[in-house]
């Protein structure tokens, strides 16, 4: 899978409660400086959400590459920027020549030279082939270096884990999942098996622990990301879950930078990276499994609300309203359009054997065999979506709501039902709001995790140690 940078949402780098760097909000543009401290060339240089070279706007704070506004920069966050802008401009526009380099970013060919140098070091650019299509001497080509630096994501939900590995250039090197009964479990025993899965994980996939610069967990729930806790998941019934620490402890990636977010906003990054729709600004994603939740990106941002705790829609009285939900409460949208709503309509596979997600299988068999229950389930199912999605437009008015999870797995019987009640119901023309089901599947959340970490790095290289 190839790495996609068009209007990409920005991560910025704070300092989380475990002393690491951690994702957090979009930011604005800054005019880059070179290493002596001149100013270059914005209109080139200048990273801004209307004609960027790696797609949104940065900031970073922390220390991490903010210049505070108007004050002076320090040098060290002057070469932090620079070093950036480099990497981004590689990843965005493919390998070049120094001189190139200079050229594109309006950076001087010295600073571009030592720039180079240092990333080499951190092991994030590596010397190609020769560039002879120049007038004057040759010069070796810089691209970036896909053989060290591995970014995870994880997701951790109701009965499975996933594990995605990537390169820096988003490309997927590893993926694997896994039935593990982590509700059952509870969340002291299911996170030391999450962690003995990332472990075999990485050991599977070839690299070493010490690649693994980022590590992004991602959980259907309320996450307090500056903190890394699970404050509150009802469908795997966990309260205050240290999940950053906890995996630190039992991993023992002292090198990595961990961070946990919700899952919806992890696969709105996937698709606003790598999907269909990638770069598109006004973006909300709907993930369906044990529960459902969305992930919304507004300008080019993930809005995250006042306590961070944004996109629980799975919980909006969209539903019959004796239905029990996970949550203790009634008629919630979730109870009628999630996982189990799906199965436990489905004749013989409530109380089938195996996980949710084989459970899943034996309805879409049934539903390919044309029998006439399971596709009624399947139809009321996708009325019921299409209502909840038709509020949502209603609301938010994105230019396109993508359904991923198993509403993805099902898109040919929900479909037709989902896009009769969108005509139907969205007040604004229909054909202006796109609906579309996810090409990545249950994956997105994992997925998207892995791209965080690349966006971490990529907006400050400095995290990586030099050799």
Not at 131 to 159: A, F, H, K, W, Y
Request: net charge neutral.
């Amino acid at each position: 899978m190839t790495r996609k940078h068009r209007g990409m949402a920005r991560e910025e780098t704070g300092t989380a409660a475990n002393g690491r760097a951690r994702p957090v909000a979009d930011g604005h543009g800054r005019t880059h400086l070179d290493a002596a401290g001149e100013q270059t060339d914005g209109a080139r240089t200048q990273m801004s959400s209307e004609n960027p070279a790696w797609g949104g706007r940065m900031r970073t704070t922390g220390g991490a590459g903010s210049t505070g506004g108007t004050a002076p920069a320090h040098q060290t966050t002057v070469r932090r920027m620079n070093l950036a802008l480099l990497l981004k401009n590689l990843l965005a526009d493919g390998p070049r020549s120094r001189a190139r380099l200079a050229e594109d970013t309006g950076l001087t060919k010295a600073t571009v030279s030592s720039l180079v140098a240092e990333l080499g070091e951190r092991r994030l650019v590596s010397e190609g082939g020769i560039d002879r299509g120049n007038i004057g001497r040759p010069g070796r080509m810089v691209q970036i270096d896909t053989s060290v630096v591995r970014c995870m994501g994880l997701e951790i939900n109701v009965d499975y884990v996933v594990a995605v590995i990537t390169d820096l250039t988003g490309r997927v090197r590893y993926r694997r999942r896994l039935s593990v009964p982590l509700r059952d479990l509870g969340p002291a025993r299911g996170l030391g098996e999450v962690a003995d899965f990332a472990r075999s994980s990485v050991q599977e996939s070839g690299c070493a622990p010490e690649q693994v610069e980022t590590l992004h967990v991602s959980v259907p729930g309320l996450i307090d990301v500056e903190a890394g806790v699970l404050s509150y998941a009802p469908n795997l019934h966990w309260r205050q879950v240290d999940v950053v620490h906890s995996l630190l402890g039992r991993l023992q990636w002292h090198h990595a930078r961990v961070s946990v977010d919700n899952d919806a906003n992890l696969g709105a990054m996937a698709e606003y990276t790598t999907g269909r729709s990638a770069g598109t600004r006004n973006l909300l994603y709907l993930v369906g499994d044990a529960g459902v939740g969305a992930g919304l990106m507004v300008d080019g941002r993930i809005v995250r609300g006042r306590m961070g705790f944004a996109g629980e829609v799975g919980h909006m009285p969209v539903g019959r309203p004796e239905k029990l939900c996970g949550c203790g409460r009634r008629g919630c949208w979730e109870s009628a359009v999630g996982l189990a709503a799906v199965v436990d309509g489905v004749p013989g596979t409530a109380h089938a054997p195996g996980d949710l997600g084989s459970r899943l299988d034996k309805v879409e068999r049934l539903a390919a065999a044309g029998d006439p229950q399971t596709l009624a389930v399947l139809t009321e199912v996708g009325v019921w979506l299409g209502r909840g999605a038709a509020l949502l437009a209603n609301v938010l008015d994105p230019e396109v709501i993508i359904l991923g999870g198993h509403f993805a797995a099902l898109q040919r019987y929900l479909g037709p039902a989902v896009r009769t009640e969108m005509r139907e119901r969205v007040v604004a023309e229909p054909q202006t709001v796109r609906v579309e089901f996810s090409e990545f599947g249950s994956e997105a959340p994992a997925l998207g995790a892995a791209h965080a970490g690349i966006d971490l790095l990529v907006g400050d290289p400095t995290l990586v140690a030099a050799r």
